[in-house]
């Protein structure tokens, strides 16, 4: 299917950070992933050539910024200026994964924000829109100057865990900043919602007490991303003890840095359920593992900002995730 809108017909783009996320829009949109060149020079530096002219059109380009993070989000940025200066008509970043999203506040002397800075940065090479997945802080919309769409994959998660028999299991969030989300997953699935407390000291993390009755019961660890895995393998000894029957992990970024991976084969987890937000090298694919692919999701966005319908409709019943 060819969509022409206000802004002339998608063109798609996919970056070398996504390229398999980017072909699946692509199929479900009905349209072909666009020719590029992305060629890193002996000295490091990347250059862009679109294959085609996009002049008048409207423009998306698929890249996250997960590792490597550096190469991945300057990749975006002379995409995007690339575009702007072959004048595509309007220019979309479709974002799966937002790098430095982490680093949201000034919560220590003499550090930055960089996710304000990645804002500034996106919104300066020329993006008229972007879209993403699940940030890490909602607030971090407030960085931008543009319009965008921060959407959630939750839901599909949920879909999935439907499909257990979880009459007896409880949703648990693996981080107290995390309450609000936890809560309305459990809502979804209409479970309870119990808490892992957790201290800080220096940069590991300690899992202390679990709030809430878990024992007998099914877990369901929620987050919206792992790392090194520190958390998630925490929370996953923490309910072992406290007597939980079954447990799961459910996370929107795989980002498994390190062997973050191996740590998890470790744990009593029976099912670890993701997307492909971002790519997981074929060695981090556990057994265990069920990669829900968010194509489906970003596509069907793709086609209502293109057509200017409502992405909120798309979200309405999952407003408690933001």
């Known amino acids: 299917m060819v969509y022409v809108g206000c802004y002339g017909q998608i063109v798609l783009y996919g970056g070398t950070g996504s390229p398999d996320l980017a ?18 020079f002996a000295n490091t530096n990347t250059f862009i050539r679109l294959g085609a002219s996009v002049r008048g059109q409207d423009a998306f380009v698929v890249q996250t910024t997960s590792a490597p993070a550096n190469d991945n989000l300057m990749e975006l940025l002379i995409f995007i200026d690339t575009l702007k200066r072959a004048s595509a008509g309007r220019i979309t970043a479709v974002i799966p994964y937002l790098g430095y999203a982490r680093s949201d506040k000034k919560d220590q002397p003499r550090v930055p924000i960089t996710a304000r800075l990645v804002a500034d940065l996106i919104q300066t090479a020329g993006v008229d829109r972007y879209i993403t997945l699940d940030l890490h802080s909602g607030q971090i919309q407030g960085f931008f100057g543009i319009p965008g769409d921060m959407i959630t994959a939750f839901p599909l998660l949920a879909d999935h865990m439907r499909q257990k028999d979880l009459r007896r299991a409880v949703v648990v969030a693996a981080d107290l900043g995390f309450a609000k989300k936890a809560r309305a997953f459990a809502e979804e699935l209409s479970l309870p919602v119990a808490f892992v407390e957790k201290r800080r000291v220096d940069s590991t993390t300690e899992a202390l007490t679990v709030i809430g009755d878990v024992k007998g019961r099914d877990a369901i660890i929620v987050d919206d991303e792992v ?19 079954d447990i799961y992990s459910c996370f929107v970024h795989p980002i498994l840095s390190a062997n973050a991976a191996e740590m998890l084969r470790e744990q009593p987890i029976k099912e670890i359920v993701t997307t492909n937000s971002v790519p997981i090298p074929e060695e981090k694919r556990l057994p265990n593992m069920s990669v829900i692919s968010v194509s489906s999701l970003l596509s069907g966005v793709i086609e209502r900002v293109h057509s200017g ?4 409709e798309m979200f309405d019943p999952y407003h408690g995730y933001s």
């Open 309 to 312: 319908h409502s992405v909120g």
């Open 23 to 40: 072909a699946e829009i692509a199929d479900n949109l009905g349209v072909p992933l666009c020719a590029r060149e992305v060629i890193t």
């Open 227 to 245: 790392d090194t895995a520190g958390t998630m393998c925490d929370t996953a000894s923490a309910l072992a003890e406290a007597g939980v029957r």
